[in-house]
């Protein structure tokens, strides 16, 4: 299945793929290498880790205004453009928040760096998806999800090799390196091949009047799948070392493991989706999550802890894994830049709050991480399963056509006016 997607590529294409898979792995290792450091921080800034996750929140509140500037830049000016200088502003950002001289300084860094990192995955995956054949989406959607893994798989990286020598604020100035991204996209990528500048009956104001239904539907969803991932990602970390005590070698390599998990999940399950459809495939991943968990949140060692963590991400990135291709298949085709990433992005707004809301709980219950790990997890899988088998899809859509390739079953190959 997958050497057949992998068929009739272009040179063109394989760049296409490659620099939008890179610049959202490097987009989530910038990311990603907060999570690691809150204990730290809040050490140095004499302060609870409950306040330094208050970061993590504003990054994901304002990931909204970024995909929709981005996005309509993207739809106005090309992809590609936009795609470098959204890169180059996050590494930027990155950078400078190394140098925060306090708390409030780094909040409104991070805040900014959220605007910047809630601009690449709308422009990134609709590059992507207007690029490459059609045969191709389910895999590639599941490679290009798998970048949020992969550089969360770096960070974990550079945390458990370098964070000893060169502390927190050495992490956010690595961080840096994503801006050498931009020489490759600017000598090797090309533009998309189905983007047109948008018109005046392109703008938002339309676009939502049409499309509100779906709108509505694509945000509860994807406020559900943010709470699944930064749920099961972002203080997992924060649980390793505060409830079980682990060193940064331990988490390191613990997030090495699960992230590993994650790769495989996405780019596995993205490949079932060609076959047996999107909904189907999110419903499934969701469902085995949720066999997993106990291990997961509640295992007392560190292999058995690895080993559920390892499970769990491959299923909620096996989910994930469909969500480009979902998403794009789902959009207008005027606003394809901006619709993806802003319905994903305000889904993120919405749960913006998980991390802060984790904390809390957990320290209401004595430092008890595990419990509130599971309680939002459990719960949000459910919500997903709903939504989801609820939902529509559009699986084989002809990108600026509206219809859909070859056969295809009518109860799944819904346009997306059918909501």
Request: charged content about 10%; glycine content about 10%; hydrophobic content about 55%.
């Amino acid at each position: 299945m997958r050497i057949e997607a992998l068929s009739g590529w272009t040179s063109e294409q394989r760049h296409v793929v490659a620099a939008c898979f890179l610049g959202w792995t490097l987009d989530a290792f910038d990311f990603f290498l907060l999570v690691f450091v809150l204990k730290d921080i809040a050490q140095e800034f004499n302060t609870q880790i409950t306040e330094v996750t208050f970061a993590i929140l504003l990054t994901l509140a304002m990931r909204p205004v970024g995909a929709y500037l981005f996005g309509r830049a993207a739809d106005r000016w090309g992809r590609r453009p936009t795609l470098m200088v959204n890169i180059l502003l996050y590494s930027f950002i990155e950078f400078a928040s190394g140098f925060a001289p306090s708390l409030a300084v780094l909040l409104m860094l991070r805040a900014i760096f959220g605007i910047a990192m809630g601009g690449e995955w709308g422009v990134g995956a609709s590059l992507t998806m207007e690029s490459i054949p059609p045969h191709a989406r389910g895999f590639v959607s599941g490679l290009l999800q798998s970048g949020y893994p992969t550089g969360y798989f770096l960070a974990s990286i550079v945390y458990g090799v370098l964070f000893q020598y060169i502390g927190w604020r050495g992490m956010f100035m690595v961080g840096v390196i994503p801006a050498l991204l931009v020489f490759y996209i600017r000598r090797s990528v090309p533009e998309s091949p189905s983007w047109k500048p948008t018109t005046a009956s392109s703008n938002t104001a339309s676009i939502l009047k049409s499309h509100w239904r779906l709108g509505i539907y694509a945000v509860l969803l994807m406020t559900a799948f943010n709470f699944f991932s930064h749920g099961t990602q972002d203080l997992y970390p924060t649980f390793l070392q505060v409830q079980h005590g682990f060193g940064p070698h331990e988490v390191g390599l613990i997030a090495v493991i699960y992230n590993v998990g994650a790769i495989i999940g996405g780019i596995s399950f993205g490949s079932l989706s060609e076959r047996f459809g999107r909904r189907r495939i999110i419903i499934i991943a969701a469902v085995l999550s949720l066999v997993v968990l106990p291990l997961w949140a509640f295992a007392a060692s560190a292999v058995w802890l690895a080993i559920g963590a390892f499970l769990m991400q491959v299923m909620v990135q096996g989910a994930w894994g469909v969500i480009p291709v979902h998403l794009n298949e789902l959009s207008p085709d005027d606003s394809r830049g901006t619709f993806p990433g802003f319905v994903y992005q305000l889904g993120n707004l919405i749960a913006s709050f998980n991390a802060t809301l984790r904390a809390g709980i957990a320290a209401h219950y004595g430092g008890n991480y595990a419990l509130a790990l599971a309680v939002v997890a459990g719960a949000v899988a459910v919500a997903i399963i709903i939504l989801t088998a609820f939902g529509i899809e559009a699986k084989g859509v002809a990108f600026g056509t509206g219809r859909i390739r070859g056969p295809a079953d009518p109860r799944t190959a819904a346009s997306s006016d059918a909501i």
